[in-house]
T-cell receptor
Framework: NAGVTQTPKFRVLKTGQSMTLLCAQD?????MYWYRQDPGMGLRLIHY???????AKGEVPDGYNVSRLKKQNFLLGLESAAPSQTSVYFC?????????????FGPGTRLTVT | TQLLEQSPQFLSIQEGENLTVYCNSS?????LQWYRQEPGEGPVLLVT?????EVKKLKRLTFQFGDARKDSSLHITAAQPGDTGLYLC????????????FGKGTKLSVKP
């Protein structure tokens, strides 16, 4: 039982390049989330999904796209990376439902955009 | 907009000392969670409190939810170096499909 895994762990991009971050969970959770964590800013929600085939915008969605084609996977894409997207990205999942929003996090992806 | 303010931002203490960190808001939350994050890792859930006035204990950690469900505290007794980390509180955002509102965290350092 691996929980939540993220690929890759580290990545360096040049401005304008694109990439996809992969999140996988083996807990059969309905809800999945992508956050970014920056010093002094805390965890900020980028996009989330309440089920297979559904996605919604969070607090800071600009410059990112997501897809949830399979229940266990949630992909985060950067179409044209910018230095402002340098951050640590965390994926999380939860069962969903009132009082069941406890989230399980992956180990993170450290992204640097030069 | 719902906000959670955590205090203090930073705390450096010696092993064996007691400490309390706070999580405050002007909004009511359905539930509140506490997470601990160690360097280079993702946050790990410690506890969820649901009922106003609720107190939960996890070994040397005591969590309390305010009577009005707007605030919470975490008290650590006889802190150990293994307690070092970033402590995050998160409130369940009503009407937002399971989203949590995270505080910015309290960074705790416990020195031997």
């Amino acid at each position: 039982n691996a929980g939540v895994t993220q690929t890759p762990k580290f990545r360096v991009l040049k401005t304008g390049q694109s990439m996809t971050l992969l999140c996988a969970q083996d807990m059969n959770h309905e809800y999945m989330y992508w956050y970014r964590q920056d010093p002094g800013m805390g965890l900020r929600l980028i996009h989330y999904s309440v089920g297979e085939g559904t996605t919604a915008k969070g607090e800071v969605p600009d410059g990112y796209n997501v897809s949830r084609l399979k229940k266990q996977n949630f992909l985060l894409g950067l179409e044209s990376a910018a230095p402002s997207q340098t951050s640590v990205y965390f994926c999380a999942s939860s069962w969903g439902g009132t009082f069941s929003y406890e989230q399980y996090f992956g180990p993170g992806t450290r992204l640097t955009v030069t | 907009t719902q906000l959670l303010e955590q205090s203090p931002q930073f705390l450096s203490i010696q092993e064996g000392e007691n400490l309390t960190v706070y999580c405050n808001s002007s909004s009511v939350f359905s539930s509140l969670q506490w997470y601990r994050q160690e360097p280079g890792e993702g946050p790990v859930l410690l506890v969820t409190v649901v009922t106003g006035g609720e107190v939960k204990k996890l070994k040397r950690l005591t969590f309390q939810f305010g009577d009005a469900r707007k605030d919470s505290s975490l008290h650590i007794t006889a802190a150990q170096p293994g307690d070092t980390g970033l402590y995050l509180c998160a409130g369940e955002d009503r009407g937002s499909q399971g989203n949590l509102i995270f505080g910015k965290g309290t960074k705790l350092s416990v020195k031997p």
